[in-house]
C-alpha cells in the first residue's frame, strides 16, 4: 500500500510562494492518481488538487485555481503542488494521498486511503 509524506510547508506572508512535496513509499507511485487535500479546525478535509497517474489530467478546486500548480515525478515516487499568490485563507493541514481515477467533479480519495501527518501551511495576512 502506498504510504506518503508531505514536505515543504511553513509560514510565509499572504502573496508569497511555497512548494508543497509528496513523497510516496510501499509500491510504485506510476498507477495511481493522487491529490492534495487541506484541513482547518472546525472544517471537513478539502480537496485542492489532484492528478492523473500518467500527469496528463489535473483538476483544482475553484479557489486556487490560477494560484496553484499540481505536477508529479513518477520517477522520483513523488508529487508536488507549487502554491503561489498564497492568501490568508489557504492556511491549513495539507495532505497527500491516492485518489480515484475519475477526478471530477473534484478528488476523492480512495476506500482505505493512507494519510501521512501531513505537513502545515500558514499565510499572515
Known amino acids: 500500500q502506498l504510504r506518503f509524506v508531505e514536505s515543504g510547508g511553513g509560514l510565509v506572508q499572504a502573496g508569497g510562494s511555497l512548494r508543497l512535496s509528496c513523497a510516496a513509499s510501499?509500491?510504485?507511485?506510476?498507477?495511481?492518481?493522487i491529490g492534495w487535500f487541506r484541513q482547518v479546525p472546525g472544517k471537513e478535509r478539502e480537496g485542492v488538487a489532484c492528478?492523473?497517474?500518467?500527469?496528463?489530467?489535473?483538476n483544482y478546486v475553484d479557489s486556487v485555481k490560477g494560484r496553484f500548480t499540481i505536477s508529479r515525478d513518477n520517477a522520483q515516487n513523488t508529487v508536488y503542488l507549487q502554491m503561489n499568490s498564497l492568501k490568508f485563507e489557504d492556511t491549513g493541514v495539507y495532505y497527500c494521498?491516492?485518489?480515484?481515477?475519475?477526478?471530477?467533479?473534484?478528488?476523492?480519495?480512495?476506500?482505505?486511503?493512507?494519510w501521512g501527518q501531513g505537513i502545515q501551511v500558514t499565510v499572515s495576512s
Open positions: 510501499g509500491s510504485p507511485l506510476d498507477f495511481a492518481s
Open positions: 492528478i492523473s497517474s500518467s500527469g496528463g489530467r489535473t
Open positions: 494521498t491516492a485518489v480515484s481515477h475519475n477526478l471530477q467533479p473534484m478528488c476523492r480519495p480512495v476506500p482505505h486511503a493512507s
